[in-house]
Each structure stands twice: as structure tokens, then as C-alpha cells.
T-cell receptor, first 112, second 111 residues
């Protein structure tokens, strides 16, 4: 069975500071991994995805994530937080089926 | 990125009413999904479809039903709405079953 764990249901950073949202996974086969962002009263928007190949993937809005097989992690980072980054972030996994397994979500708050 | 539409965006309705939440996508994706999400909480899969005339129940038991008569259309129906159905409902589609593309959601309130 596969699972996704997001460490920290709430993360608070100052504007301009590094953003680091943690995601660890468990999967019996090489996974496809995704990060989504959700703004209030909106659906989920795909930020970035890892399927195969380069382990550092770049997404929209300046975010990137690195797939580390040895650590079973797929942490999301952004060098400098902006107020508009405040949202809920979901890490998700697909282990070659047709379903996504989601983490519980991390709410990112950005202080001025 | 998929164009996926949900209507209505917001719905307030009384107990016992029948409601249908609409979901349409214009990308020709075979796979479509319905999720239920309470505010600030995780997503729960309630229904999915792999193509026309294919529907399955998801992980979360739901009193809703779905149909898939056309590739682009995947409506969700509640025969008799109850306050416990108050939630946000998200529709998604997928071209190959890997990443999913989400609509804007319908926020349902049953009074």
C-alpha cells in the first residue's frame, strides 16, 4: 500500500524567506509524485510533477522539488516567499495506477 | 492543462432536495474523479470513471451517485440532501491516469 505524509500541517514564514514544505512517501514501486496548491474556495492546481529522469523538478511560481529515493522524500521549496504564496499545499503520489494518494496538506502562511 | 468546469460554484439548499452537481471537461480525458473535501482538510475520493458507462465508488462511502454517458460530462447527484452533505465537491480529470486536473469546486451547504 502507498501513503503520503506531509510533516507540519501549518508552516509560517516571513516574506522573502525560504519556503520548505516536507513530503515523505511510501510506495512498493517507483512512484510518480506531484505537488498541488489550493487557494481558498478554489480547486487544486498542479505545481509540479516528478515522473522519471531528472530528480530536481521545477514548477510554476518559482517552486521546485527534489525526488530523493534514499530518503523517500519529495520536499517542495521556494527561495523567497511572496505573500501570494499563502495557500494550502498537497503532496500526492501515483504508483502506476489510476489513483492519486494525497497527503493531509500543509497550510503555508506568509508574514509581511 | 485541462479545461474543467463545475457548476454551480456555490449552492445553498434545503434538506430533502435533489441536487445535481455538474462537471465537464473539454480535453477528451477518459478518466474523471469526484472528491469531497471539508474546509482545510484532506481530499476523499467518492467516485471515479475510466470512460463512458464506467463508474466506480471511491474510498469514502457516499450517498451520491454519478453517471458517465458522455466522455466530457460527469455529473454527481444527491437524491435527498442532508446537512451532513455540506462540503466542497471537487471534480478532476486525467489524460493517462497519472496527474489529475481539477475544476474550481462546488461549495454545497444544506440547511
Amino acid at each position: 500500500a502507498q501513503s503520503v505524509t506531509q510533516l507540519g500541517s501549518h508552516v509560517s514564514v516571513s516574506e522573502g524567506a525560504l519556503v520548505l514544505l516536507r513530503c515523505n512517501y511510501s510506495s512498493s514501486v517507483p512512484p510518480y509524485l506531484f505537488w498541488y496548491v489550493q487557494y481558498p474556495n478554489q480547486g487544486l492546481q498542479l505545481l509540479l510533477k516528478y515522473t522519471t529522469g531528472a530528480t530536481l523538478v521545477k514548477g510554476i511560481n518559482g517552486f521546485e522539488a527534489e525526488f530523493k529515493k534514499s530518503e523517500t522524500s519529495f520536499h517542495l521549496t521556494k527561495p523567497s516567499a511572496h505573500m501570494s504564496d499563502a495557500a494550502e499545499y498537497f503532496c500526492a503520489l501515483n504508483n502506476a495506477g489510476n489513483m492519486l494518494t494525497f497527503g493531509g496538506g500543509t497550510r503555508l502562511m506568509v508574514k509581511p | 492543462e485541462a479545461d474543467i468546469y463545475q457548476t454551480p460554484r456555490y449552492l445553498v439548499i434545503g434538506t430533502g432536495k435533489k441536487i445535481t452537481l455538474e462537471c465537464s471537461q473539454t480535453m477528451g480525458h477518459d478518466k474523471m474523479y469526484w472528491y469531497q473535501q471539508d474546509p482545510g482538510m484532506e481530499l476523499h475520493l467518492i467516485h471515479y470513471s475510466y470512460g463512458v458507462n464506467s463508474t466506480e465508488k471511491g474510498d469514502l462511502s457516499s450517498e451520491s451517485t454519478v453517471s458517465r454517458i458522455r466522455t466530457e460530462h460527469f455529473p454527481l447527484t444527491l437524491e435527498s440532501a442532508r446537512p451532513s452533505h455540506t462540503s466542497q465537491y471537487l471534480c478532476a480529470s486525467s489524460p493517462l491516469g497519472y496527474e489529475q486536473y481539477f475544476g474550481p469546486g462546488t461549495r454545497l451547504t444544506v440547511t
